[in-house]
């Protein structure tokens, strides 16, 4: 699941560190990007900048995001130390601390018995920045270390930041994912609603004038010339390829509409098929004093964003402007939910990480969380074939058996039931009683079974109950399953690859790509004269059914039941093609079946979590 987050530096630490705790320390296949844009110009930022002849971008959103992620991983990692450090220091001294820091930073690293390979690059990186005349003749008052860092890095390799970026992650041992929306040297103006013209970005920042806000944004490059970002290609293929994209909280001036700004975005969030979300300060922020919720929708909804496309979260203890929305404004987006996402202890500017990652959870799938049943496929959905995903998979297992005794769940799978690999646990950690089991629809969806505990002695449940028998093969004669098995086995099929999937279908598995076109020849031979069908499901199984067999059937058996209630969720991850495709197709004549689409079983992941969330938190109300 490929999450891309638009931030500024520290705007996203919360939500950061909720998708790190909920999601990326319990999963695998979670992507997480960050695209921040670099045209701070304040404090030393600005200095490094103008000691390089403002031929580099500001380092210091890249480092905070950076610093953010070391964090999430090892809190107490000896680099923190060294980007967060500040000094304060004599001109013709600070070159010489700088060095020290990195000796301290080497020494540190060393005890902990990791490689210290990265001294030369640090020390080559503050060479080449006091090497520049400009070094000089600046005040290293309240000074960041790793700015000077950052900025020999960049000048050394090009003058690009990312390239630093990229050399920083690697030394650190982290995911290189801090992305820049553009790697060239632009400054950051704006133009209030008198007409005035801001000329910097630290102005833009604590700008503060509710009478005269910020209506807009230029850029000019290191000669005052006007310009204009372009969303680099990293950028673009992270917005095009995410299946999340979220607009985090920050400073919308100087922080996240430049990003938005940049040529090209909107061409990439027009082509992503991506859920999008903005989740809006809990206060207002310096550069934007006086603007409402609905005053922000309305700057960037249709401007960098199509009507429609945004989901807005909002806060419900945040300060009442920032919850502030118009009919206008509601009537440009998707939809807006307001949410408890802070706790009393919180500071006013800052959401609480698992809230915040709750409802965003709950924002992406408020369409299928509020079912009274809930039917999961398996193979790539629950469970990665092959052992791809294991955390996932296993997550999925015990949210599902989880799940089982918060509300109505079930499988359904075209699979055999013996290739169902559940453990259902109970509330306390034990294994569930056979009077809690779960309901599987299994043969191609044919066949019912409760699956209970662990089956003793290797062994399956037996079918409850066959919902269709008109959709099993026929109990006797030439296309019998034991007849169709004798011909296939005859014809020099090993018995190892044959498979009697309750009578339902004949799997032949596995097959190679090599001999794919002569097994379907060999088994359409077989059934010829037959109303009987034979097609390649998955990667590298045949399968021999009738036409009639279908999930549907397991579906339209549960909407028969009064238990089942009014309202239906299926997940699966081929609803666009293979064997959840009739299903989809049903869910467009019957309104109360929901057909979720996953990629993997990391996005059932996230929707077993926020759905669990949703069920524990219903039941404590």
Known sequence: MKIVILTGGTGSIALQQGLHEALETQLDGIDVSIIVNAYDNGLSTGEVRRVMDGRILGPSDVRKNQATRLKLKNPSDPWLA?????????????????????????????????????????????????????????????FSLANIVYAGLAAANGNSLRAAARLMAEAMAIPDNVLLNDDRSLFLGAMTRSGRRLTDEGEIVVWGRADDPIVDIFFVDAEGRDARPELCFEGWKAIVE???????????????????????????????????LLVMN??????SPGQTAADIIDVVVPRFFDPGRLHVLLDENADPQMREMTES???????????????????????????????????????????????????????????????????????????????????????????????????????????????????????????????????????????????????????????????????????????????????IRPVSPDEKRAVISLARSIVRDSDLQVEQVGRTTVEIRRRTLSKVLALQNLCKRPTTGLRITYVGDELHSGN??????????????????????????????????RLQSDALH
């Open 82 to 142: 060294f980007l967060e450090c500040r000094f304060t220091s004599e001109t013709h001294e600070t070159r010489k601390l700088c060095e020290s820091k990195v000796a301290t930073l080497l020494a540190e690293i060393g005890t902990r018995g990791r490689p210290t390979n990265c001294g030369d690059m640090l020390l080559d990186s503050i060479a080449t920045f006091f090497a520049a005349p400009l070094a000089a003749n600046i005040r290293y008052h309240n």
């Open 242 to 276: 995410a299946d999340l994209i979220i607009l985090s909280s920050g400073t919308q001036w100087s922080s996240l509409i430049p990003t938005y700004a940049s040529k090209g975005f909107d061409t990439a969030i027009r082509d992503s098929s991506a859920k999008i």
């Open 329 to 507: 404004a509601r009537a440009k987006i998707a939809t807006v939910l307001e949410a408890d996402l802070s706790k009393p202890s919180d500071p006013p500017h800052k959401h609480d990480p698992g809230k915040l990652v709750q409802a965003i959870g709950y924002a992406c799938f408020q369409d299928y969380v509020d079912s009274d049943f809930f039917l999961f496929d398996y193979d790539d959905t629950l469970c990665g074939r092959g052992n791809e995903y294991p955390l996932s998979s296993r997550f999925n297992v015990e949210g599902l058996t989880r799940l089982n005794l918060l509300t109505r769940v079930g499988v359904c799978t075209g699979n055999t039931i013996k290739a169902l690999n559940l453990r259902l646990i109970t509330d306390g950690g034990s294994e569930a009683t056979p009077s809690n089991p779960l309901l599987i629809f299994a043969d191609g969806g044919a066949n019912e079974y409760a699956y209970g505990t662990r089956q003793i002695n290797g062994e399956h449940p037996e079918v409850v109950q066959c919902i269709s028998p008109n959709a099993l093969l026929p109990e006797s004669g030439r296309f019998s399953a034991a007849a169709i098995i004798a011909a296939l086995f005859r014809a020099g099929i090993p018995e190892s690859r044959i498979e009697n999937r309750g009578n339902a279908v004949i799997a």
């Open 580 to 613: 959840d495709s009739d299903i989809r197709r049903l869910s467009t004549e019957d309104p109360r079946i929901r057909c979720l689409h996953v990629g993997s079983p990391a996005q059932t992941a996230f929707f077993i979590y926020t759905l669990t969330g």
């Open 282 to 287: 809990r206060t207002p922020d310096h550069d």
